[in-house]
């Protein structure tokens, strides 16, 4: 077994490459891992174990399409992580954003139809469907995509989709809520007021702070990706929740909390452009079809990240102020 996994020196790519390489996926324990990423500011090579021997890391950008025809045969899956990803940033400008995630999608499927690549997942995000007052998402509801970032993640499902309906690619697609977990890049909200906490640095809270987000560590994200390359559905969409709603009011103070500091860090900032109200994803199908169930508890699981961060200050430093 053979896979090539984009933008895995990214933050969810690259512990996705090392659960693979350190046999946390049966029937994957020998499996051949082909790393392809830019390394972009948020891409980093030190997140993936160096020499590994079944390890094949190739820098590169996902809208190369020579590369990609001539680096795709002899794989048997493609796993695309890569993706601009940040909000604020495509606020900015949204043309990376386009690049990247559509036409790098488009190009990246394309060269697995002509090279005969048999199996794709496609990770994106829940920020497609847009706020949600109450209640949560299934996989069919419309996409109201509210930001540049989210607009080009909708429209790259839409290409992913169009490659297996047109194609006949046996394709899947991923849906997660929010992210956390070690080797995130500081520019997130965890990370972010995390390392301003150890520096000793106020933490930006947008608005009131009202608005609440779904939180799921990225191994149980990962493991979700696994269950469904493995046994999802040509043309699907599956929502991974991780079911930790907060708000992030709610979560500054947890992270106010587990790094001995009080609300005298906060300072409320204007709010951001077009700001998503609530996310909730209904995560129904992927338990029902698949078996998934997230492990790590959140409480465990965020306070280990914080010990990860206060124990790997190189890492981050050399992340934040690069």
Known sequence: MRLLVTGGAGFIGSHYVRSLLAGAYPAYETARVTVLDKLTYAGNRSNLPAGHPRLDFVTGDVCDLPLLLDLLPGHDAVVHFAAESHVDRSLDSGAAFTRTNVTGTQQLLEACVRTGVPRAVHVSTDEVYGSISEGSWTEDRPLLPNSPYAASKAASDLMARSYWRTHGLDLSITRCSNNYGAYQHPEKLIPLFVTNLLEGRPLPLYGDGANVREWLHVDDHCRAIQL???????GEIYNVGGGNAASNRALTERLLDLCGADWSSVRHVADRKGHDRRYALD????????????RVDFAQGLADTVAWYRDNPAWWKAAKHR
Do not use: D, F, W
């Open 228 to 234: 469904v390359l493995t046994r999802g559905r040509a």
């Open 283 to 294: 995560e129904t199908k992927i338990r029902r079809e698949l078996g998934y169930a997230p």
